[in-house]
């Protein structure tokens, strides 16, 4: 009666994961760094780097230190993830595990409100991960040269839509 239609479990997940709304499957899953000691240290180089680069351009330090404040407050996203690319870092990232709620029922495991609060707080969603990876290897893909970067953050820094 439930395939009447000729619609299998995985021709309605596929049917689902097609839509314009995205797999609700991938929608809650969280990820975290597989090694976050080595990542942040590569992150932070990446930060010191922008910023140096940043506070070396003339133009950018004879401006007002408000005005120089507004510009990276707008767009130290960008300039970081530019600097990501520049310098090649790449980061491996595992699925975190959460036991489900159906799991802690059958299992009779205690659980509270403060918990399952903590527990969906942690790690970062993995679209918004493969969103990141994907923008980053289409830039590696496009083998653009140091002064081509200099020349995207400088666009990215004064960028007057900001």
């Not at 940043?54 to 530019?82: A, H, K, M």
């Not at 959460?98 to 790690?123: C, E």
């Not at 990141?132 to 140091?146: A, S």
Request: glycine fraction near 4%.
């Amino acid at each position: 009666m439930l395939n009447s239609g000729g619609t299998t479990k995985t021709n309605l997940h596929q049917h689902i994961c097609n839509s314009d709304r995205g797999c609700p499957c991938d929608r809650n899953r969280k990820v975290l760094l597989k090694n976050p000691d080595v990542t942040c240290k590569k992150a932070s180089d990446v930060l010191l780097k922008t910023v140096t680069f940043i506070r070396n351009l003339p133009s950018f330090y004879q401006l007002l230190q408000e005005d120089q404040v507004l510009l990276v407050r707008q767009c130290w996203t960008p300039l970081f993830v530019l600097g990501l690319a520049q310098e090649q870092v790449a980061f491996e990232w595992e699925e975190l595990s959460m036991p489900s709620l159906l799991k802690q029922i059958l299992l009779n495991q205690p659980s509270n409100a403060g918990d399952i609060t903590l527990a969906s707080d942690a790690g970062v969603p993995f679209k918004e991960v493969q969103r990141l990876q994907t923008f980053l290897h289409k830039l590696w893909n496009l083998d653009i040269c140091t002064k081509e970067y200099a020349y995207l953050k400088g666009m990215v820094l004064f960028n007057p839509s900001k």
